[in-house]
């Protein structure tokens, strides 16, 4: 009796709906923090202070062989110059800037190319030549206008030097940008595989190896994707680390060129 009474209960009762699919995984790209923390702060300042100190090995040696210049005031400035950089890359303005299509892209490829200047002899010098007379002009002109003597004028040098060649990294990565910006299709970086190609459409059907073809926008996507090109996939350590390591390879080749040749 029992037992046909729960059986005609459970028969009179609704079915229990499944459980609703968990959502999408989001194709939006996170809202940088307010504020860096203090050791992520520090950990910027002591990149790009290597990376200052990288990138301006070619005009302290020419500096130093000259014998025109204080050295101590020359390594203060760059000391001074990494800082400036690296706490200005941990505003929350910056770190928004870079979110926006081919920013960061356009960043990595301008510093890219300024510190693999580095690797080939006589590129950085090149480079440095007409910031650093400029430079030079600057610095003398204070030593006789104001009355600046060596180790000011040669730390006042070396802070024109980086502002002017910072400018010309900027003009050119205001170029690379413009170009990508004219000529190619931003894909926004997404950790969704499933996520259409063109609009981020969560596509459910799509599997490795399958076709779906995205109800939103049309496109036929073909295998899960990353959406993203190896130069976004990059972290920035990564790979400012791996242009670092080769820039300190061809300041001690250019050293030493320069020292047995020079």
Known sequence: ?????????????????????????????????????????????????????????????????????????????????????????????????????FVARSFKIGYGIRLAACIVPGAAMAVDMFPGMLALMAGETLEREVGFGKFASTLASTLVQGTLI??????????????????????????????????????ETLAEGTTAICPECGRTNEGLNDRRAWIDRASWP????????????GMLVQGGTFFVFG
């Open 1 to 101: 009796m029992t037992a046909s009474a729960d059986a005609t209960a459970n028969a009179k009762s609704p079915p229990t709906a499944p459980p609703p699919p968990p959502p999408p995984p989001s194709t939006r790209t996170p809202e940088p923090a307010d504020h860096l923390s203090t050791r992520a702060t520090l950990r910027r300042c002591i990149l790009w202070v290597v990376i200052a100190y990288v990138a301006g090995t070619t005009s302290f040696i020419l500096g130093l062989t000259a014998n025109q210049a204080s050295p101590t005031a020359m390594l203060l400035g760059i000391l001074l110059y990494g800082c400036f950089i690296g706490l200005a890359s941990s505003s929350r303005g910056f770190r928004r800037r870079l979110q926006q299509p």
């Open 166 to 203: 910072n400018i010309l990294i900027l003009l050119a990565v205001t170029f690379v940008w413009l170009l990508q910006k004219m000529f190619m299709e931003w894909k926004p970086p997404t950790h969704d595989p499933q996520a259409c190609a063109g609009c981020g459409y969560h596509l």
């Open 238 to 249: 990564k790979f400012l680390l791996v242009v670092i390591a080769s820039g300190i390879g």
